[in-house]
Each structure stands twice: as C-alpha cells, then as structure tokens.
C-alpha cells in the first residue's frame, strides 16, 4: 500500500473487513492489514473531485515529521486516494485512538463524539467520562488550537459539527477531527459539493460554500456551545459557561468575541483572537489617537516682537 508515500492504491488490492461506519457521502471500512487503517468508499465516485482529494495528500506529504505527526494524531487525514481505473473511489485514513471510543452497555463501541459534551449525561452513555470544568476549558483550548493550525496552513475546514469532532478526558484532554476530505485550501474546489449541518449553518454565509470566515463562525459556535454545555447557543443569544471553565479576565474576553462572532459576513473574531482570549492575554483594541490641531500662529505679532527685540531664547 502507500500510505506513506501518498501514492494511489487500486480498489482490488484492499481487503475489506467489516463496516464500521455508514455517513451521507459514503461507507467506512476495516482494512485487512497493519496500521489499523480504514478505507472511506463514496456512494459516488463520479462525483469526486480527484485533483482536489490528490491536493489534501500532498499537502500532508509535504509536512515535516512533527507537522505530520500532529496531523495524524489530531485527525482522520487522507493518507491517500483509491482508485479504480479513472474513477477517483476513496481514499485511506487512520482510525481514530481507541480513546476517542466508549463501550455500551450491550458491549457495542461507539465514537465519543462532540455531542456527548454538549449535552448533560443521560443514563445510555454513562459510559462516557465527562470532562471537569478544568478539562472542559482544556478541550476548548486544544479545539481552538487544532483549527488555527489548519488556517495557518491555507485551509478550509468546511463542515464542522458535533458529529465530525472526537474528543477524550484520558489520559488527558485531546480533540480528533474526522471528515477530513470536506477541508479544501483557498482557492480549490472541495472534494464533493459543500456539506452542512443543520443548527450548525452560518446565516450570513452564501448558500451552499464555505470560506475561512464561515469557518470563524461554526468555530465560535463550537467554543460557546462546549463551554456552555449548550448544543443550541449561538452568537447573538447569552452565553453562559459551565461555572469554573473560565475565570473573570477569560470570561470578559470570551464575551467580547461572541458578540463580535454575530457581526456580518467577513467580520468574525479569527482562532488567534479566540486563542488570545481563552489564554486570558486578550487586549481591547483601542482607537488610534488623533493629535489636536495646533492654534493658527499670528504671524503679524511674532514679527513686530522679533523687531522690538523682544523675543528671548532660553537654553
């Protein structure tokens, strides 16, 4: 296989396992093989966009080892394209950590999902740590963090929901992007037309794209709603944090930019200004000062003095 070189595999030289997860765009299978990988099948690969799928490869092929290291840690990125003859059918992933995983009670293991931190625990999934207020601020940090690397390295995210976001309390808070093919970089096509997810939409975005900006929206939804333990809050409503996520200075600060983040198209606080906040190191920008206009000099007076010699210089 090539994985680790980016290069294309055939459709015929996988061995798939069982199917471990069903999504509107396609299938996710089990591989046969080392690595723990899983192969995401589209319901239609006539409609992908293969050079756009290849750019996504590329870009994590062209990443140092801890840049790559990070991006596998923190997310399901495709590793490289399957095809079958020119169709464009799939591509390959990592699996998420098992820590990102629960078990049932009827022994079925299921994906922590972001869900699962949005809403209070309900008696089905007990089994689901739940994060202290300390460890749900560390979650929002490591979210936010997660998200401005992507923007730094030309990237649009695309869809972001409670239901492509993984997350654990153990060992320690960690977050897990799944969905990866949905991300484009400027300027590029996505991979399949634009997904969405209702109650996480950005009103003010055109119908149907995404662009950095909308990604600055469904951000600060993400931040408000786990800090609030609120799967429904969103810019323009209060904010309520969970009580001890957020001291007085982070609190202030957070506010401010959830009431930015309901402003117009084009105007929302960027993840350096949310992670400013959260680290307590946000300033208020203040406007540039304008130096008052001088007096208008009589120039009749300063010349007849000049002649009286009545004029002194003082060292």
Not at 198 to 223: C, E, N
Request: proline residues 7%; charged residues 25%; aromatic residues 6%.
């Amino acid at each position: 296989m090539s994985e680790h070189d980016g290069g294309d595999v055939h459709r015929a030289a996988l061995k798939l396992l069982g199917k471990v997860g069903d999504g509107g765009q396609g299938e996710v299978h089990a591989v046969e093989g080392p690595g723990g990988l899983l192969y995401k099948s589209y319901r239609e690969p006539h409609k992908v966009d293969g050079a756009s799928l290849a750019a996504l490869v590329s870009l994590r092929q062209a990443l140092g080892p801890a840049g790559r290291d990070r991006l596998d840690r923190e997310t399901a990125w495709p590793l490289c394209r399957v095809v079958d003859g020119q169709l464009v059918t799939g591509f390959l992933m990592y699996r998420a950590p098992d820590s990102m995983t629960w078990t049932t009670s009827r022994g079925d293991s299921k994906l922590a999902e972001l869900a699962y931190l949005l809403r209070e625990p309900r008696p089905a999934w007990q089994a689901v740590a739940q994060p202290s207020p300390a460890e749900r601020y560390t979650l929002v940090v490591a979210l936010t963090d997660m998200y401005r690397w992507l923007h730094s390295m030309g990237l649009v995210i695309g869809d972001l929901s409670q239901a492509n976001v993984l997350w654990t309390v153990r060992p320690g808070p960690a977050a897990y992007l799944l969905d990866c093919d949905g991300a484009r970089l400027v300027g590029q096509r996505p991979v399949l037309d634009q997904a969405d997810t209702p109650d996480w939409l950005d009103p003010h975005a055109p119908k149907g794209t995404a662009s950095v900006d909308s990604d600055r929206y469904k951000a600060a939804l993400m931040i408000g709603r786990v800090l609030a333990q609120d799967a429904y809050v969103s810019p323009g409503r209060d904010l309520a944090p969970v009580p001890g996520t957020l001291d007085e200075r982070r609190e202030a600060a957070v506010q401010r930019l959830w009431t930015q983040a309901a402003g117009a198209y084009g105007t929302r606080p960027d993840l350096g200004q949310w992670q400013a906040a959260l680290a307590g190191r946000d300033t208020i920008k203040l406007m540039a000062s304008r130096p008052m206009p001088r007096p208008p000099v009589d120039r009749s007076k300063f010349d007849g003095e000049r002649r009286r010699g009545t004029i002194s210089f003082r060292g």
